[in-house]
T-cell receptor
Framework: GAVVSQHPSWVICKSGTSVKIECRSLDFQATTMFWYRQFPKQSLMLMATSNEGSKATYEQGVEKDKFLINHASLTLSTLTVTSAHPEDSSFYIC????????????FGPGTRLLVL | QKEVEQDPGPLSVPEGAIVSLNCTYSNSAFQYFMWYRQYSRKGPELLMYTYSSGNKEDGRFTAQVDKSSKYISLFIRDSQPSDSATYLCAIPLTGGGNKLTFGTGTQLKVEL
């Protein structure tokens, strides 16, 4: 079946550093990818919609300058958490939509971020 | 009112029990409905999706939609310990580029 990968799977960093998370669709093209964040025992919250070749669309309350999204190819989107702080510690998950079969969407395995 | 509401549980059942997981939604324009399963510290995986009212069956899983009541259900027959996970209902937002909105998830534990 379709596979979406994320890298890294977990990261620990110091407050103030920037962290880049990659999301790749491995066997399908994804014009659109979504970035979610999940805090412990809470549901998935959509942060932004990433579109290949254009600017990302951010949900209300999500700072675009803090969470930089780049969707440079049909198989890769990156989320960079800039100047990370402890409150940014969370589980970040991407969701990739198959360009050909748009009802088909697959989650990546997630990236656990811990900011000290 | 939230667009999708789901009882967070936790729900604990004995092995072999029939499990019923439910969500309600607010917008009657929603067209199709999805159920995801998420194991601890993992990304969600799609279990089932359905477009219409009625039942859709896949092995031990049955998804049911009642559009008149705006109520969706997931039934698990002969539940197994490996079914222990969080189950999330998800609905694509109409007019929102099919962005998925999720329920809070119901944590299920199937005990031996």
């Amino acid at each position: 079946g379709a596979v979406v990968s994320q890298h890294p799977s977990w990261v620990i960093c110091k407050s103030g550093t920037s962290v880049k998370i990659e999301c790749r669709s491995l066997d399908f093209q994804a014009t659109t990818m979504f970035w979610y964040r999940q805090f412990p025992k809470q549901s998935l919250m959509l942060m932004a919609t990433s579109n290949e070749g254009s600017k990302a669309t951010y949900e209300q309350g999500v700072e675009k300058d803090k969470f930089l999204i780049n969707h440079a190819s049909l198989t890769l989107s990156t989320l960079t958490v800039t100047s990370a702080h402890p409150e940014d510690s969370s589980f970040y998950i991407c969701l990739s939509r198959d360009t050909t079969y748009q009802e088909t969407q697959y989650f990546g395995p997630g990236t656990r971020l811990l900011v000290l | 009112q939230k667009e999708v509401e789901q009882d967070p549980g936790p729900l604990s059942v004995p092995e072999g029990a029939i499990v019923s997981l439910n969500c309600t939604y607010s917008n009657s324009a929603f067209q199709y409905f999805m159920w995801y399963r998420q194991y601890s510290r993992k990304g969600p995986e799609l279990l089932m999706y359905t477009y219409s009212s009625g039942n859709k069956e896949d092995g031990r899983f049955t998804a049911q939609v009642d559009k008149s009541s705006k109520y969706i259900s997931l039934f698990i027959r002969d539940s197994q310990p490996s079914d222990s996970a969080t189950y999330l209902c998800a609905i694509p937002l109409t007019g929102g580029g099919n962005k998925l909105t999720f329920g809070t998830g119901t944590q299920l534990k199937v005990e031996l």
